[in-house]
C-alpha cells in the first residue's frame, strides 16, 4: 500500500507529466497552424466562442492548394461573419476591414498588428487596399472579403455587390471559394453579436477556377458577370436556386447609420 508521501510523489509526476503534454501539444498545434503565438491565442479563445456560444459548425473545410492563395467570399448578416468564415480554414484569413476599426486603440492593434487586416475605406475607390489584397493573394495569402460591401440588414437573400471580388481575383490569378452563413447573430451593432447566442451553419462551395478569364480584368463585362456568378453560387449554397443577384450601382455608398458594419470590399 502507497504512503501519503508517494501518493502525492505520484500525483505531482501526472500532472507535471499532463502539464508537459499540454505544452507540447500546444507547441505542435501551433507549428501546424503557422500562427503567430498571439494570433494563437485568440484563435484558442475565438474556437471556444464559435462552437459553445454561437455552436457553429460547417458542411466541409474550403478546398485550398497549400501555399497558394485564394479568396473567400460570403454573405453579410453579422459583424462576426468573419469568424465563420475562419472556419474553412486552418490558414490565417486576411481581411479587407473598414478604415475607422483601425483607430480604435486595441481593436486596432489586432487588426493591423496580430491579424494583418487591410484598411479600406468606404467612401470611392481605394486603390491602395485592393493593390495590398492583390499583392497578398499573389504571395499564397487568403483573403477574406464580403461581395455585398456591407451588413444585409434587410429582407433581401443578398445586397447587390460591386466587382471588387472579380478584379482582385483576376488580377491576383486565384480562385473564390463561395460560403453561405446561416443563423449569425447580429442585433444592430458589432457589439451586439458578442452577448447573443445562436446556432450557425456555414456551407462552402467548390472553388472557382478563374483561369480562363485570367488577362481580362480590364473588361467591365467581364468583372460584371463574374459578380454575378458568385452572387448565384452563394445563393445556390443557401438553397435558393432561383435568386437573381444585381450588381450595385456605380455611385453606392453606405448610409451614415450603417457605419457599424466591420467590412468593406474594395469599390469598382
Known sequence: MLNAQTTNLLAQGVLGLLAVSLLVFVAWD???LGYTRMQYVLYVIWRGYVHFVWRATIDRPARLVPGRGA????????????????????????WMVAREFFNIPLGGWILRDVMGCIPVSRAGIDTAATKAAIRLAQQGEVIGMFPEGRINETDQLLLPARPGVALIALRARVP????????????GTVASSFFMTARVRVRVGDPIDLSPYYGQEGDREVLRQLTLRFLKEMARLAGHEEFQPRLAGKRWMPRPDETDSSSQSPSE
Open 176 to 187: 473564390v471559394v463561395p460560403m453561405f452563413i446561416h443563423g449569425a447573430p447580429y442585433a
Open 71 to 94: 479568396i473567400l467570399i460570403a454573405n453579410h448578416r453579422s459583424s462576426v461573419d468573419q469568424f465563420f468564415v475562419q472556419l474553412a480554414t486552418s490558414r490565417v484569413v486576411r
Open 30 to 32: 501551433r507549428r501546424r
